[in-house]
């Protein structure tokens, strides 16, 4: 017999937060951390300007930058968004 698993549903970023058991400073790093991601795309999306440009303004590497686009955050700090996003806004 199979064992089904009840994966936990959230409407709200808090309720996802308490359901994955981060805390209330990890969540609303997390809120923060998406809401620059969300900048990030809307400021790459408004001007041609590359990956690889982004990262030399920034001083990090084209393929990091590659992947905080397509969403990986893992082991990305608010600070590396703020100046990705920040060189992305430069002209």
Do not use: F
């Not at 936990?8 to 923060?32: F, V």
């Amino acid at each position: 017999m199979v064992q089904r698993v009840k994966y936990p549903t959230a409407k709200a970023a808090e309720e996802l937060a308490r359901a994955l058991g981060l805390s209330e400073l990890e969540a609303q790093e997390w809120q923060a951390q998406h809401a620059l991601l969300k900048k990030l795309r809307q400021a790459i999306t408004a001007k041609p300007i590359t990956d690889a440009e982004i990262a030399r303004r920034a001083g990090c590497s084209r393929t990091r930058v590659a992947a905080i686009r397509s969403g990986n955050l893992d082991n990305v700090s608010t600070a590396l968004l703020t100046r990705l996003l920040s060189a992305a806004n430069a002209t």
